[in-house]
């Protein structure tokens, strides 16, 4: 009979559930960038590094705003990377999401930090990135600079560690539109395009087919059944 009450009275208990953590405080948002500020003043370049990366655990607007001001400067780039990888620890949040995608065109042009930008874009995966990537890719495929196809793989590689229709859409958009856009003055541009979106797509769907017109049907007959996240309905 004492046991019998024991589980009686452990059933009747509300359930537990983890509580949010707080919200950072505008002095969490202080200390966490005077920490940086006061690093780089000592010069120590793995304090500086620590610092950001520190900075990464306070998703408050103030450090948000800070850790782009010091992706997008002239500091060098394993500061800059730093910064992308502290804005993509702040999983869920819209500011920082915003604060990455604001960066992407203006990456692009220095390699290392792009990847950073793409790899922290990659962690946060917030589905905010995918037009941002999108309406990067499309830009530059069209163009056909052979300067491009490193920023415009690791684009594509962005949106595949999102699962999402509209990432499967979104690399199936660029693909049509490489594959359309007229002549290809540089050798292989559009079979190396190809073959991004050819791997962005078996990530996303576990597939394995070819070229854009098999992906393009079978999308076309698949999509109605699956979910938003790609899984099978």
């Not at 940086?36 to 950001?52: H, Q």
């Not at 306070?58 to 992706?71: D, R, S, Y």
């Not at 220095?110 to 990135?129: D, L, M, P, T």
């Amino acid at each position: 009979m004492k046991q019998a009450t024991v589980l009686l009275v452990l059933f009747c208990l509300p359930p537990a559930f983890a509580e949010d953590p707080p919200k950072p405080t505008d002095a969490d948002a202080k200390s966490k960038i005077d920490a940086i500020s006061e690093a780089v003043k000592v010069g120590d370049a793995a304090a500086i590094k620590e610092a950001i990366k520190s900075a990464g655990d306070c998703p408050h607007l103030k450090v948000i705003v800070a850790l782009q001001g010091i992706l997008l400067s002239g500091n060098p780039d394993d500061w800059r990377v730093a910064a992308a990888a502290a804005l993509g620890r702040m999983k869920d949040n819209g500011d920082a999401a915003d604060a990455l995608n604001a960066t992407i065109p203006k990456t692009a042009s220095n390699i290392q930090v792009f990847r950073g930008v793409c790899s922290a874009i990659q962690e946060q995966g917030h589905r905010s990135s995918i037009a941002a990537l999108l309406a990067f890719a499309r830009g530059r495929v069209s163009k056909h600079e052979k300067e491009d196809l490193d920023a415009i793989d690791a684009a594509i590689d962005a949106m595949a560690a999102i699962s999402s229709k509209s990432s499967a859409e979104a690399v199936l958009d660029i693909w049509h539109k490489c594959k359309f856009s007229g002549r290809d003055p540089h050798q292989n541009f559009k079979e190396k395009v190809a073959q991004s979106c050819r791997a962005a797509m078996r990530r996303l769907t576990g597939e394995k087919l070819g070229d854009f017109a098999e992906w393009d049907d079978w999308w076309e007959h698949e999509k109605g059944k699956l979910n938003d996240d790609l899984s099978r309905k």
